[in-house]
């Protein structure tokens, strides 16, 4: 009885070693990400290509980012700063809520601000951008996707 014991301990260690084990990016938002933002009408305002990796428990480092579009209101030295409130299942299923806000550096004054929903691989929602340079308004839907 007591070999019964001992084996059947040893048989639940291994079977629960399994459970969430290696490297599965589906259950982080950790990693390379692309954005394309579109304007009301379908097209497209901005893109750009980042790395996230959560920090704390609603952090979000942002790092590599590079716009793929050009803009005058975005010509160079943005700062980002983001936020990622986590959920998901033991599954490796990753949801929460996103939140990215994009300084500009020059011309200094323009905010853009991403407010939206992570499901797994994609990251979905709405933008806007206020600023004080001439045309640097606006808003749409955006699309996240890991790259």
């Known amino acids: 009885m007591k070999w019964f014991g001992i084996v059947l301990l040893i048989s639940?260690?291994?079977i629960l070693s399994g459970c969430g084990g290696g490297e599965n990016s589906r259950g982080s938002i950790n990693g390379n990400w692309v954005a394309t933002l579109t304007n009301s009408d379908g097209s497209t305002a901005f893109a750009f290509?980042?790395?996230f990796t959560q920090i704390a428990s609603n952090g979000l480092n942002v790092t590599n980012f590079t716009f793929t579009t050009s803009s005058p209101c975005f010509v160079s030295g943005e700062t980002q700063t983001g936020s990622f409130g986590v959920g998901g299942d033991f599954n490796g299923n990753i949801t929460g809520v996103f939140g990215?806000?994009?300084?500009?550096?020059?011309?200094g004054g323009n905010t853009l601000t991403l407010n939206g929903n992570v499901n797994n691989n994609k990251i979905t929602g709405t933008w806007a951008l206020t600023g004080i340079s001439s045309g640097c308004t606006?808003?749409?839907n955006f699309t996240i996707v890991r790259s």
């Open 100 to 107: 990215l806000t994009i300084r500009s550096g020059s011309p």
């Open 49 to 51: 290509s980042t790395t």
């Open 12 to 14: 639940l260690g291994l």
């Open 138 to 140: 606006g808003g749409g």
